[in-house]
Nanobody, 124 residues
Framework: QVQLVESGGGLVQPGGSLRLSCAAS????????IGWFRQAPGKEREGVSC????????YYTDSVKGRFTMSRDNAKNMAYLQMNSLKPEDTAVYYC?????????????????WGKGTLVTVSS
């Protein structure tokens, strides 16, 4: 069974931190680009960050630069999104996806697999 499963979401106060995890099963992430996306209620899904299989470059959308850091651990078949200094506007369902090389922060140019998402709520 091929799956991507996100975890680590929850309720956090503004200025707080969360680390999201993306666990792959049924396939290996080694040769995939990995993207993080988010979708707020009633809004379109947007790319947040992406790292290609080569790990030569990690991309971030401007709104999260300096606050979010994504990484990957091929030995564990996982990827992560460390989110610091969270703001209410970061509230969204966060998804990870695996595919081809990154098209900048917008994510892999072609996506093969999507996770089902984990909810992050930033509120006081």
């Amino acid at each position: 069974q091929v799956q991507l499963v996100e975890s680590g979401g929850g309720l956090v106060q503004p200025g707080g931190s969360l680390r999201l995890s993306c666990a792959a099963s049924g396939f290996t992430l080694d040769n995939y680009g990995i993207g993080w996306f988010r979708q707020a209620p009633g809004k379109e899904r947007e790319g947040v960050s992406c790292v290609s299989a080569s790990r030569s470059t990690t991309y971030y959308t401007d709104s999260v630069k300096g606050r979010f850091t994504m990484s990957r651990d091929n030995a564990k078949n996982m990827a992560y999104l460390q989110m610091n200094s969270l703001k209410p506007e970061d509230t969204a369902v966060y998804y990870c996806a695996a595919g081809t090389y990154c098209s900048g922060y917008r994510g892999p140019k072609v996506i093969n697999y999507w996770g089902k998402g984990t909810l992050v709520t930033v509120s006081s």
